[in-house]
């Protein structure tokens, strides 16, 4: 489907229609519909791989818009009895029987707007993971919406920088905050959340919720036929288009296992691209990338040779993103991979991205020993976990398990005292954490895709993310803890589901190589970009970083010492993109 955007006026008065179309004119939507004087309708339909789509459907009752892929199409239409195969009419037939209610019973990812023409109301929906994007603002009776950032941000007449947004991505680590956007008075729709506006209010709904509903089985080969269950039909359903499918394949365990399920499922239309090493010896995969190929007897794997693919190299080719995103530090690296798919015929790509976070690999996980008072059980596991992250045991006991029991008021060096602060005075304060908090919010972290489906729609593709979809997460997040990780061995129930369909030795390997190298060489080449970062600092001028803290920890990072992490990177991120937002002007200009 594509991108859109719209204005409305609920009051049925007239819009600002010209200034609409004239940015709406700078490439940012090609396709005008003007429903009448108070309502107008934008459309950039980038390329369809699956065919035959539409992004707007429009009887006498409603109006709908949407950018979306129904995975569980066929299950609507058996429960709505209708023979409609478009995705629009579905969603339309869903409205009519359920109401708003019909979100809790879609699987896949969408942006949707719906206007109901006999109740003048008119609704904006997220997927269950926030895969799709779209924002609002609501001023008086007009409702400007868009899945595009930027042009709501054309519409302001000033560019207001939302401090909050960005003390909450730093703290969060490259998480985007669920509601603010980077600039003042203009809002994200959180995910599983539907909007219901008239011209007198705005109603939130919650229309999906990650519960916790035990599942519990005698044996493990039950979970084990479960999981393959889903993860099977998860696969066929993405891989639903008219071309080829590209898999983003490292020798790790997720990727290796939507190949061999893709490959089993479609055959000769599935292919992966790897990035592999000559130099960094100790980073390539190929040995296990080659047994999985041999495996399957793979003609037209593609190896992109990635040494000099470095972080930040490229970075400013890139048209810049809405919003800050941590993984446009490598755009390089995955540039090349998904060029490479193109040019195998691909329209779809499915990445093994979310494995991590939807398996719950938590070390708080020990912590729920000492919940239960199982305190020989703790200490036995927290030997395990200690050898597996090669920490002491002293340390894993304390950070993991006493520390996992509590909601502590842990600061971030890198932000200023005023963000810590307010950071803290947002923050739950209870003190005891939920037995089911840190799992929770390890799935709500895998939001770093935006780069990537940038990439990819620039290059006429689509990527996927079979780990998020939402049928697979509420399995994975209600089994025992064990199927997760047991005896310091994480993703147990993927290593033995796959067991058959993924060579054995990618199955039990432990940990998985880094792009380290890749990050110390960038460091060093780009130097000159990072020094950017920090020189006339923007974030630091908006009073949200501690300067020296950032600036000490880019020279290690340069040296070659890695330690912390992840807030550095989405502190050095937040700041070039503010930089190119900015054109790289002195803060006075800024308005906060």
């Given at each position: ?12 008065e ?17 396709d ?6 108070s ?14 789509e ?34 629009l ?26 206007f ?10 997220r ?57 003042n ?9 539907c ?27 039950d979970y ?14 993405q891989?639903?288009?008219?071309g080829?499918?590209?898999?983003m394949?490292?020798?790790g365990?997720?990727s290796?296992?939507?190949y ?6 479609r055959?000769e ?14 980073d ?5 990338i080659?047994?999985?190929l ?26 810049i ?24 015929g ?18 708080e ?27 002491t ?11 996992g ?22 923050k ?8 089911i ?8 972290r895998?939001?770093?895709f ?35 990780i ?7 129930l993927?290593?033995n ?41 923007l ?7 501690n ?43 800024l308005q906060?």
């Amino acid at each position: 489907m594509g991108k859109f955007s719209g204005v409305i006026n609920l009051n049925n008065e007239s819009i600002p229609k010209d200034k609409i179309l004239q940015i709406w004119s700078r490439e940012l939507f090609n396709d005008t519909i003007e429903m009448d004087k108070s309502f107008l309708i934008g459309l950039n339909n980038h390329n369809d791989v699956v065919g035959n789509e539409e992004s707007i459907y429009n009887d006498k009752d409603l109006l709908v818009i949407a950018d979306l892929r129904i995975d569980n199409l066929d299950g609507l239409k058996e429960n709505l009895k209708c023979i409609q195969s478009k995705s629009l009419e579905i969603i339309l037939h869903s409205y009519k029987k359920w109401g708003i209610d019909f979100l809790k019973y879609i699987n896949g990812e969408f942006a949707i707007f719906i206007f109901d023409k006999q109740r003048n109301l008119c609704f904006l929906a997220r997927d269950s993971f926030g895969l799709k994007s779209l924002f609002y603002i609501k001023k008086g009776h007009n409702l400007f919406f868009s899945t595009e950032l930027k042009f709501l941000e054309m519409l302001q007449e000033t560019t207001s920088f939302n401090k909050e947004y960005f003390i909450n991505y730093i703290y969060n680590q490259a998480t985007p905050p669920n509601i603010q956007t980077p600039f003042n008075n203009i809002f994200r729709v959180e995910k599983a959340t539907c909007l219901e506006i008239s011209k007198e209010k705005l109603i939130k709904n919650v229309y999906w919720e990650l519960l916790y509903k035990p599942i519990n089985y005698k044996r493990s080969s039950d979970y084990v036929e479960h999981f393959r269950d889903i993860f099977s039909k998860v696969i066929l359903n993405q891989s639903n288009t008219y071309g080829k499918v590209s898999i983003m394949m490292s020798g790790g365990l997720d990727s290796t296992s939507i190949y061999g399920i893709a490959k089993q499922l479609r055959g000769e239309e599935v292919f992966p691209v790897s990035n592999v090493y000559d130099i960094y010896k100790e980073d390539d995969e190929r040995p296990y990338i080659k047994l999985i190929l041999d495996q399957y007897g793979e003609k037209n794997h593609k190896f992109i040779i990635s040494d000099e693919l470095w972080i930040l190299k490229n970075y400013f080719q890139h048209k810049i993103l809405d919003e800050p995103c941590i993984n446009t530090l490598s755009y390089s690296l995955v540039h090349e991979n998904l060029k490479a798919a193109k040019n195998g015929g691909a329209t779809v790509v499915l990445s093994g991205y979310a494995g991590d976070q939807v398996f719950g690999y938590n070390p708080e996980y020990i912590s729920n020993d000492l919940r239960n008072l199982n305190i020989v059980g703790f200490f036995n596991e927290s030997k395990k976990l200690a050898r597996f992250r090669n920490e002491t045991l002293i340390y894993v006991i304390r950070n993991y398990g006493i520390k996992g029991l509590f909601n502590t008021d842990e600061k971030s060096p890198v932000l200023s005292e005023y963000a810590n602060n307010f950071i803290l005075s947002k923050k739950n304060k209870k003190i005891f954490k939920s037995k089911i908090n840190n799992s929770f919010k390890y799935i709500q972290r895998s939001q770093g895709f935006t780069m990537t489906r940038s990439i990819a729609e620039s290059l006429g593709m689509e990527v996927r993310f079979p780990f998020l979809d939402r049928e697979l997460v509420e399995f994975l997040y209600n089994i025992p803890i064990q199927q997760k990780i047991n005896n310091a061995t994480t993703k147990v129930l993927l290593r033995n589901s796959m067991r058959g369909i993924v060579p054995d030795p990618i199955l039990d390997q432990q940990g998985k190589s880094s792009d380290d190298l890749l990050l110390f060489q960038g460091f060093k080449i780009e130097w000159d970009t990072i020094a950017k970062a920090y020189r006339g600092s923007l974030l630091a001028e908006l009073g949200i970083i501690n300067l020296e803290d950032f600036k000490n920890q880019m020279l290690m990072y340069k040296h070659g010492v890695l330690s912390k992490g992840m807030d550095y990177f989405a502190t050095l991120e937040a700041e070039l993109w503010l930089k190119r937002k900015v054109g790289d002007v002195s803060c006075p200009s800024l308005q906060y």
